[in-house]
């Protein structure tokens, strides 16, 4: 029997990578990236205040499609904060914190006791929190983590930044692999300019995968993940310009230019351009 090639791809950022890079208080998109993760896992969201002892952790008691459309926010009012629970779809639990509490502890066991939170979510402290300090009025945010709402997209994490590897590995970049035996593109060398020769000193030797083209793997990776299956993406991808049914049947029109191959994310090519051949400056 023929033993099978090797086709393995060590991603240019790992999960563990990718999910510090999605950091919620750093990208826009990141609860679409954290929508995805470990089966059976719960969601979480701490809030954000200053002092560790005003935070209240909320952790989902169930799994699936509801936990990942849970957002929190806490709102001010003339009597008392409001804890709000809600999903996408509006449904709402509204927790009216009794006039006079001030401490995190008391807003703590409001919540634990009241059924409807009781029955999604359970309120704990921090690692730090004592439970002192007043809660703040805080704006919706997602928890993040849980079951991914789309199940066919569960565990995808990892192949999707193995795919995106590759399609950076078939652009045409400045340059050459820094060793013939490498398994992917970066890091590369490039030739200093009027460099006479071909010893190292006439080359610039990158000796780790830059932080931008990490960066555009993350991107990419997130892009394969929202739009790499559809069917519309996959129109786009064969040349279809636009489509219609009517009494002859489908109508198709062509732009001429099939998008096989290429990146779907253009802050991931924002991200690779400097190192493109065509673009590519390199400093002396």
Not at 12 to 22: H, I, K, L, N, T
């Amino acid at each position: 029997m023929v033993d099978m090639i090797d086709l393995t791809t060590v991603p240019y950022a790992s999960v563990a990578e990718a999910d510090q890079y999605f950091d919620p208080e750093n990208h826009l998109y990141a609860d679409e990236w954290w929508a995805s993760t470990v089966a059976g896992s719960k969601a979480k969201l701490t809030t954000p205040f200053a002092l560790a002892a005003q935070n209240l952790v909320f952790t989902s008691l169930v799994e699936g499609f509801d936990t990942n459309l849970i957002h929190v926010s806490i709102e001010d009012n003339p009597f008392a904060p409001d804890v709000v629970i809600s999903y996408d779809g509006g449904y709402k639990i509204n927790v009216l914190i009794d006039e006079g509490v001030t401490t995190a502890t008391a807003m703590k066991d409001i919540l634990n006791a009241n059924e409807e939170f009781a029955a999604l979510l359970v309120a704990t402290f921090p690692t730090g929190g004592d439970g002192s300090g007043f809660l703040e009025e805080m704006s919706s945010q997602y928890l993040s983590g849980g079951v991914d709402p789309d199940p066919l997209r569960l565990g995808t994490k990892a192949p999707a930044l193995a795919f995106a590897t590759r399609k950076i590995n078939n652009l045409p970049f400045n340059g050459e692999p820094v060793s013939l035996t490498q398994a992917n593109a970066f890091p590369r060398k490039f030739r200093k300019r009027g460099a006479v020769g071909d010893s190292d000193d006439c080359y610039v030797i990158q000796t780790t995968v830059p932080i931008e083209v990490q960066a555009a793997c993350c991107e990419e990776a997130l892009a394969i993940m929202k739009y790499g299956n559809t069917p519309r993406f996959h129109l786009q991808k064969e040349g279809v310009k636009s489509y219609a049914f009517g009494v002859q049947g489908l109508r198709e029109s062509f732009n001429g230019m099939s998008k096989e191959g290429s990146m779907i994310s253009g802050e991931a090519m924002n991200l690779l351009r400097p190192y493109m051949r065509r673009k590519y400056r390199m400093a002396k």
